[in-house]
């Protein structure tokens, strides 16, 4: 079946720093991905929507030059987070799209670390 | 915001018991979706029910839709502590975006 991949699974970086995370679609086309984020004990949080060659669509009180989308093809989606703050330690989860269907598919997700 | 709300947000029950949790939500839907997540893993599909049906089963699992009332909710019968999860509920919008409860922390005891 389809495959979401996230690397890396773990990252640990210091403040100010950016880290940079993958999200591939590995056997389909991903027309669309989306990002979302979860805190500990919480439930997921739809961060933007990132469309293949286009600008991604940020969900309300994402801040876009904090979090910044790139999806240049089709089957990669990145997510970096920019001059990382300890708050920003947080499990990253991606999704994308099939172009036929609308099936939607979950990466396995990346957790995040700021010290 | 369009999450919805999931009750209980905890749940510890025995094994063999059943595990009935439920879900609200605000918008219109075509469907709601159920996703079981293990300690920081990502998720897992487990049901969908369409906004025409009321109910749906899936071996262990029956899960109910109340368009009238927002709200759904998923049995898990006969438990087993490898049901040990959170369970999330999640709606999808037209543009395709998911929008998930708060989610309900399962723990069952062996």
């Known amino acids: 079946g389809a495959v979401v991949s996230q690397h890396p699974s773990w990252v640990i970086c210091k403040s100010g720093t950016s880290v940079k995370i993958e999200c591939r679609s590995l056997?389909?086309?991903?027309?669309?991905m989306f990002w979302y984020r979860q805190f500990p004990k919480q439930s997921l949080m739809l961060m933007a929507t990132?469309?293949?060659?286009?600008?991604?669509?940020?969900e309300q009180g994402v801040e876009k030059d904090k979090f910044l989308i790139n999806h240049a093809s089709l089957t990669l989606s990145t997510l970096t987070v920019t001059s990382a703050h300890p708050e920003d330690s947080s499990f990253y989860i991606c999704?994308?799209?099939?172009?036929?269907?609308?099936?939607?598919?979950f990466g396995e997700g990346s957790w995040l670390t700021v010290v | 915001s369009q999450q919805g709300e999931e009750d209980p947000q905890a749940l510890s029950i025995q094994e063999g018991e059943n595990a009935t949790m439920n879900c609200s939500y605000k918008?219109?839907?075509?469907?709601l979706q159920w996703y079981r997540q293990n300690s920081g893993r990502g998720l897992v599909h487990l049901i969908l029910?369409?906004?025409?049906?009321r109910e749906k089963h899936s071996g262990r699992l029956r899960v109910t839709l109340d368009t009238s009332k927002k709200s759904s909710s998923l049995l898990i019968t006969a438990s087993r502590a490898a049901d040990t999860a959170s369970y999330f509920c999640?709606?999808?919008?037209?543009?395709?975006?998911?929008?998930f409860g708060t989610g309900t922390s399962l723990t069952v005891i062996p």
């Open positions: 999704s994308a799209q099939t172009g036929a269907g609308n099936t939607i598919y």
């Open positions: 056997d389909f086309q991903a027309t669309t």
């Open positions: 990132s469309n293949e060659g286009s600008k991604a669509t940020y």
């Open positions: 918008t219109s839907i075509n469907n």
């Open positions: 029910i369409r906004s025409n049906e």
């Open positions: 999640a709606t999808r919008s037209t543009g395709n975006q998911f929008y």
